[in-house]
């Protein structure tokens, strides 16, 4: 009997242990064939250069265009995510706390519009462009993807926020603050390592999103200097890339591909420091 | 007019001994109903809690000892599934039913749940919290007030030298002594504790108890306890109750060692 627990026991820890492991393997994998594939074409110019008329051909130049276009569009989004995001995961945990059944289809509704794929986002985008009569730009990308990460943004943090106890939130009422006092003093703060991650979680989407940005931002070889000017994007780079005929090009696409993973690399990092380093221990 | 000559006429028809010795209400409770759908959780409470005494709640798990004291400063808000009606009033102001300040009246009402629940900030700025929040700025009447009630509490000279880092540091204990002057420091006439003492360890548990009998010369509390040992080192007045009904009430001495309900005689056999 004994014997035959540790057998099960030493089976199971072997089946989820290779289940980890070659999910880990194949990420791996994913990065070493982008790195092997780019890396003679990851040169200075890449990341300092913008493409040049015979580019896509071969051409000299790089991919800075695709660059700062695709961290316009991640940080405008994100930033207008925040900022409608925050409140409405704070007001979810805080004054809809007494009515469940409210709380629970918000959380539903927010379910399912990150669950909508980015096509969709990207087609209503382009349906409310053309209704504002703008054209494809920056801006009309920003809110595109805004759309896409907003409900990332609130249910990662919400979800968060909701394994805070319920004895906190009766502290703090109980020593005079009111409800929003209650959301923006403690909640927030306890749930701020949640909403790091949130934040990571919807710029990363962001920025390796195309379809919403496919006929929302547009295409360019130049740097948006305006709201209203279209802006290229790394994944779009990287599908006209991977497209071409031409070896030499379609090698640079591995090594935009490997750009758009280091940035996201940086940007996760760095917020996970940030994270820990501001997190309620240190708060003073 | 009329009114006053009634009034007068009442205050001169009551004997000055009973006047003198009939306490004064903290909290008067009035027709006090909690339902939770079907669940009748308090039955018609009707209570008068004595100013600057110690009133022990005792009674069987799920008697609705925490509800009744969530009711009183109106954290019952945060359920919507518990409908409550009556009156709970401190003072002269009804809490349950005006539209006054809510707040401003809870801050009147120092609160202690089962377990410490620290503000996600520095020690500190856990006790300065209700202070700021009524408006208090100068920064020195803060931090002497922060240092007053850190020694009210036994707590001062373990934290003194770390006043900036996390309450999260602390010992489970020293939370909990950390949330009691945190409710001080807001100036509460009253003190509303649930089972304070229930998860420290036995050295805390009378550390909180001993700083209990030094607060009620100047607080009104209210405590629950399943501890009938600490009930009888603490109470001057013993509420006991069962399935949401107030059974018996009196002297410590009255409830305690001489009850005359089958369910008090019950529940005491079983506690000691
Ligand atoms: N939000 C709620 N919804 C439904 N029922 C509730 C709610 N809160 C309390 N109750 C019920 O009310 C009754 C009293 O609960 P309460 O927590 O007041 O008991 P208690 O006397 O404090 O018990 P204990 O000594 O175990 O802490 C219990 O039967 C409980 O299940
Ligand atoms: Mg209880």
């Known amino acids: ?284 | 007019m009329n009114t006053l000559t009634a009034k007068n006429t009442d205050t001169l028809m009551e004997p000055r001994a009973i006047r003198k010795t009939k306490p004064e209400s903290a909290i008067s409770i009035k027709n006090l109903n909690v339902h939770a759908g079907s669940h009748h959780i308090l039955n018609n409470i009707n209570l008068e809690i004595p100013k600057n005494k110690v009133t022990v709640l005792l009674g069987p798990s799920g008697c609705g000892k925490t509800t009744l004291l969530k009711s009183l400063n109106k954290l019952t808000d945060l359920y919507k599934e518990l409908d409550v009606s009556g009156s709970v009033f401190i003072g002269k102001d009804d809490i349950l039913n005006s539209n006054h300040n809510i707040p401003a009246l809870r801050q009147k009402m120092g609160l202690l749940s089962q377990k410490p629940y620290p503000l996600p900030v520095s020690i500190f700025k856990n006790v300065a919290y209700g202070l700021k929040l009524k408006g208090v700025k100068d920064k020195k009447l803060i931090a002497y007030n922060v240092e007053q009630k850190l020694k009210e509490v036994g707590l001062w000279e373990e934290v003194k030298d770390r006043l900036h880092s996390s309450a999260d540091s602390l010992s489970i204990g020293q939370q909990q002594r950390l949330c009691l002057a945190r409710g001080l420091a807001v100036k509460p006439q009253i003190i509303l504790a649930d089972e304070p003492t229930s998860a420290l360890d036995p050295v805390s548990s009378k550390i909180i108890e001993e700083r209990f009998r030094e607060l009620k010369k100047y607080y009104t509390i209210v405590i629950v306890t399943h501890i009938l040992r600490q009930a009888q080192r603490l109470a001057d007045n013993v509420v006991f109750m069962h399935y949401g009904k107030i059974i018996e009430q009196g002297t410590p001495e009255a409830v305690l060692k001489n009850p005359q309900s089958s369910q008090l005689k019950e529940y005491l056999v079983d506690g000691f």
């Open chain 1, 1 to 284: 009997m004994q014997k035959r627990k540790t057998i099960e026991e030493r089976v199971f820890r072997i089946l989820t242990g290779v289940a980890c492991y070659s999910l880990i393997g194949i990420l791996g994998y994913i990065i070493f064939i982008i790195f092997n594939k780019g890396f003679s074409s990851l040169t200075l110019d890449m990341v300092t250069k913008l493409p040049s008329g015979g580019y896509y051909y071969g051409g000299e130049g790089g991919v800075l265009n695709a660059i700062v276009g695709s961290l316009y569009i991640a940080g405008g989004a994100t930033l207008i995510a925040i900022i409608l995001g925050v409140p409405a995961a704070l007001y979810i945990n805080s004054h809809l706390i007494r009515y469940k059944r409210t709380q629970n289809t918000v959380r539903y509704i927010l379910d399912s519009l990150w669950g909508v794929p980015s096509i969709v986002y990207g087609a209503f985008g382009f349906t409310l462009m053309i209704w504002l009569g703008m054209s494809a730009s920056l801006l009309a990308g920003i809110i595109t993807v805004a759309f896409l990460i907003t409900p990332i943004v609130i249910r990662s943090f919400d979800e968060a926020l909701s394994t805070i106890p319920i004895g906190l939130q009766e502290a703090a009422l109980s020593l005079g603050s009111t409800k929003s006092q209650t959301a923006f003093k403690v909640l927030l703060k306890q749930g701020f390592s949640g909403l790091v991650t949130a934040i990571l979680l919807a710029f990363g989407r962001a920025i390796g999103d195309a379809a919403s940005v496919l006929f929302t931002a547009g295409y360019t070889d130049l740097i948006p200097t305006n709201l209203d000017e279209p802006a290229a994007t790394l994944p779009l780079s990287i599908f006209f890339q991977l497209s071409s005929p031409i070896p030499a090009v379609r090698e640079r696409a591995y090594a935009a591909a490997a750009i758009l993973t280091i940035i996201i690399l940086i940007i996760s990092i760095s917020a996970r420091y940030f994270a820990k380093h501001y997190s309620k221990e240190n708060i003073k």
